[in-house]
């Protein structure tokens, strides 16, 4: 399945990596490659433990709305 990233600068100089689909599945890395790869291995393990503790795995759903 592939699920949207929100990628953005963090505090101390870090790309920070966010799943807005998983909430708390966040990671990061010090250039925006390393973050991606970071984040798929967080998706990865987060969908592990829902699976693990018996919980539903929320969709994709992408609502875009320009405020």
Do not use: F, W
Not at 10 to 15: I, L, P, S, W
Not at 25 to 31: D, H, P, R
Not at 48 to 57: D, I, S
């Amino acid at each position: 399945m592939t699920r949207r990233v929100i990628l953005y600068p963090g505090e101390d100089g870090y790309v920070v990596a966010e799943v807005p689909s998983l909430p708390g599945c966040v990671s990061q890395g010090k250039t925006r490659d390393e973050a991606l790869a970071n984040i798929q291995e967080a998706i990865a393990l987060h969908v592990e433990v829902l699976q693990e503790r018996g919980e539903p795995v929320p969709d994709e759903i992408a609502i875009v709305e320009n405020v």
